[in-house]
């Protein structure tokens, strides 16, 4: 029976509602975070929950700190069944006002981070023939204006989870990826970007969203139970995807719509 589940970015958010949506299930939980009272506050909520689990700083960064963390469900809970790759961070900006270093920031956390806990976490996933879940965004579909840097890390996530579908077959271990839209967490805390009135832009979209991060993890448990390797929470993003499938002009036209749109408001702001 599988029972035991890594999480990395679990001290809020969406990694919060998944631990919760899993420890209801009596699941043992691995539970990473560079925010350390987030994860106190995690497992707190995971033990009420029914659940139970560990805790360890973990930055995904750091490829012998998630090493270290495979290293740890080792020895506490024998290997690991579900490895989710969620830790993230928000970035904003026109490309032409983008520096390397925020280029590099972003490709490091939301790219990389998921490239290394993969990696980390490969040799126990090969024993238990486990799942990988990685946590990407509508973002790598749609390539919306003024976050290239966000979207080229968040397909780099699509398309990392695409050649792990077809690489790891022969070892039956699983892949998902979730691409939600936008969602009220605290992503934007982490917001970094050229243009502070962005923030704020961004902001209301996760306002605007008509589901939570609790509905996303309900989601993404029922999905995952079916066996769908792409998962797209909001009802409004598999609409736009369909489109875009069927007619990829109109999304490019759409997105240099807004993009217009945003630059105009930028410049009377
Ligand atoms: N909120 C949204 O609208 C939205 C939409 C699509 C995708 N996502 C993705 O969902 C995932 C979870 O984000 P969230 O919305 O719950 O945001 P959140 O900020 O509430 O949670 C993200 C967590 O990741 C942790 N983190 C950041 N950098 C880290 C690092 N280097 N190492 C380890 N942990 C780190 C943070 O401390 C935080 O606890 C992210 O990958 C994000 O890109 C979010």
């Known amino acids: 029976m599988q029972n035991r589940m890594m999480i990395t970015g679990a001290g809020s958010g969406l990694g919060r509602e998944i631990a919760l949506r899993w420890a209801r299930e009596g699941w043992r939980l691995a539970l990473s975070d560079v925010n350390e009272p987030g994860l106190a506050e995690t497992l707190k909520l995971v033990r009420a929950a029914g659940g139970d689990g560990f805790t360890l700083r ?61 990696k ?18 509508m973002a790598a579909l749609m390539q919306g204006p003024a976050m290239s840097n966000y979207n080229v890390a968040k397909a780099g996530v699509v398309a990392l989870s695409e050649s792990l579908l077809a690489e790891l077959k022969m070892q039956e271990i699983g892949v998902h990826v979730v691409c939600p839209s936008f969602f009220q967490t605290n992503l934007l805390d982490s917001f970094r970007g050229p243009t502070p ?35 797209l929470p909001h009802e409004q993003g598999r ?10 002009q109109a ?6 719509a807004m993009a217009d749109r945003m630059r ?6």
């Open 58 to 118: 973990c930055d995904v960064r750091d490829y012998s700190q998630l090493t270290a963390l495979a290293q740890a469900c080792e020895e506490k809970f024998d290997g690991i069944d579900v490895i989710v790759n969620n830790a993230g961070v928000a970035a904003g900006g026109f490309f032409a006002d983008l520096s390397l270093e925020d280029w590099d920031w972003q490709i490091s956390i939301n790219l990389m981070g998921v490239v290394k806990g993969c």
């Open 120 to 137: 980390a976490f490969l040799p126990l996933l090969e024993r238990s023939k486990g799942k990988i879940v990685n946590i990407a965004s």
């Open 197 to 231: 009135a962005m923030k704020a832009q961004v902001g209301k979209l996760l306002e605007n969203s008509p589901i939570s991060a609790a509905d996303i993890a309900q989601y993404m448990y029922e999905a995952i139970t079916k066996g769908e390797f792409m998962i």
């Open 239 to 248: 609409a736009a995807w369909a489109l875009k499938q069927r007619n990829p």
């Open 251 to 256: 999304l490019y036209d759409e997105m240099a």
């Open 264 to 269: 105009s408001k930028s410049r009377s702001e």
